[in-house]
């Protein structure tokens, strides 16, 4: 049976079916699969962000002892510079020819510092180093090439070795300025991966708060639309068929639905039909009962005695309520089947109770009761034929309830977007445990008027049915004493 409701629902929404209303995986799946999104996500931001903080701290593992490999380069030249231009005086002033080894010897040295100093490229020190290599050279060789030096030569090679100490001060100027930019640049890193982080974090979130709005709005219209079927089941109008979008389990319970529905109507039209076909098969023989119990009470058969006469009043009596019960039930089955069509028309409301009161005339004049209205005129767009047996069971209830010389109060008014009808009477009123039965077709409260003949118990399950029709409602109201019932229904002025 599921099935062919599947197959029917399926052929009934073909054009209004959209991918998310038909996704193939269940609600717990959808929940699965967004977080192994958000894990993949925020597992993709973590690793990169790892990645490059390992790169950082290897640079910051090798930069402490790059740079004091390069201090202490720049140290060892500037102690061969000056040890150089001191031999070099000293050589000048003595004239030593075994000097001359010793100097050449410490600008090897020199060489070879300078030359791992040009080793490392990222400190642009190569122009400088070149420069000190060609000046301590000329230094050098302008020693050792001439026995005896002029006083302008020596001039010169002191004014090289000036040279060489302002160019030691220039690399260590430079690389302390590399040593700078690159504490710049390492923060700059640190921070733009932090920020990377923190965006990567703040995109993630709003991905999760985004997909938690997307399924959270999905699964509430699934679960709307099941709350609409439940609710439909509850009511008397069960031919919209249920169908439910979303997830795949949600739309299996709307087929589950779908099928309760199918069978609440099934059982619905089977009682409305054996209660018409019980109802009819009772009012023929019933029928017959009461023809015999006129004859009898016309004496047709013979002379009664008064206790016969007694038995054929009471047999009389209970036929005559057997056929009011059976007419009640035929009206409540006519009632169920045509309680959802309604037939507007524009009536002023006011009037239509001036008439109702007016039918019950004799029944107020022999029992002293008395009906005050109040209202004004108030016209509205209602079903007439429903509204008078609305305030019709209402009256009739109040009339037979109300004690002799009682007061019904009738009031009627447009209470914001409703039209509001109060009906109050003064008779035993409702007990406590029969307010929520009240409105129950056939139920009948404990507390009954005496002297007169017990009802049939449909007139306030009627009243409710009409007015939920309407799209209204019937209240059993609290007061003081009696029954306080009002009626309250969408006001459509005409």
């Given amino acids: 049976m599921i099935e062919s409701i599947r197959s029917k629902i399926d052929v009934k929404k073909t054009d209004s079916i959209i991918w998310g209303q038909h996704f193939p995986l269940s609600f717990r799946q959808l929940l699965l699969l967004a977080f192994i999104s958000i894990i993949l996500l925020l597992g993709g931001a973590l690793i990169r962000t790892l990645v490059s903080l390992q790169n950082l701290s290897q640079e910051n593992v090798d930069y402490p ?160 639309e099941v709350e609409m079927a439940i609710d439909q089941l509850g009511t008397e109008d069960k031919e919209q068929p249920v169908f439910i979008s979303g997830p795949a389990d949600m ?23 054996f209660m018409r076909h019980i109802s009819h098969e009772l009012k023929t023989p019933l029928a017959n009962l009461r023809e015999g119990i006129a004859l009898l009470e016309d004496q047709v058969m013979g002379h009664m005695n008064t206790q016969q006469t007694e038995i054929i009043h009471i047999l009389r009596d209970n036929a005559l309520s057997l056929q009011q019960q059976i007419e009640s039930l035929l009206q409540y089955n006519a009632f169920s089947e045509d309680t959802r069509r309604l037939h507007l028309h524009c009536i002023d409301v006011l009037e239509l109770l001036k008439e109702l009161i007016s039918r019950y005339r004799l029944q107020l004049q022999s029992r002293f009761l008395t009906i005050d209205l109040i209202g004004e005129p108030l016209k509205c767009l209602v079903d007439s034929d429903k509204i008078e047996i609305i305030i019709n069971n209402l009256l009739s209830n109040a009339v037979r309830f109300s004690p002799e010389q009682g007061l019904i109060k009738l009031t009627l008014i447009q209470h914001q977007a409703w039209l509001r009808i109060d009906c109050e009477d003064q008779g035993p009123g409702i007990a406590l445990e029969d307010r929520e039965k009240i409105f129950n077709p056939f139920y009948q409260g404990a507390r009954q008027p005496t002297g007169s003949r017990k009802g049939s118990g449909i007139g306030l399950s009627i009243v409710k049915e009409l007015v939920s029709a309407h799209g209204g409602q019937v209240s059993l109201m609290p007061c003081e004493e009696g029954s306080y019932f009002r009626v309250e229904i969408p006001y459509e002025a005409c």
């Fill in 65 to 224: 002892n790059k740079m004091l490999f390069v201090l202490e380069q720049i140290h060892e030249l500037q102690d061969t510079t000056v040890s150089l231009e001191r031999k070099s005086r000293q050589y000048m002033v003595l004239n030593d020819p075994s000097m001359i080894a010793d100097i050449k010897k410490n600008w090897s040295h020199g060489e070879e510092v300078a030359n791992s100093l040009k080793q490392v490229p990222a400190m642009g020190l190569q122009s400088l180093v070149d420069e000190w290599l060609q000046l301590s050279q000329f230094a050098t060789d302008s020693l050792t090439d001439d026995a005896s030096l002029s006083f302008s030569k020596q001039q010169d090679i002191l004014n090289s070795y000036a040279q060489l100490g302002e160019i030691i001060q220039r690399i260590d100027l430079s690389s302390r300025d590399y040593l700078k930019k690159y504490n710049q640049t390492l923060i700059f890193e640190f921070k733009r991966q932090r920020d990377a982080l923190i965006t990567f974090g703040i995109f993630a979130s709003l991905f999760a708060v985004m997909l938690a709005l997307i399924l959270g709005m999905w699964l509430s219209q699934s679960l709307r």
């Fill in 251 to 273: 739309r299996r319970l709307g087929e589950r639905i779908e099928v309760l529905r199918q069978r609440l109507n099934a059982l619905e039209a089977d009682k409305l039909l």
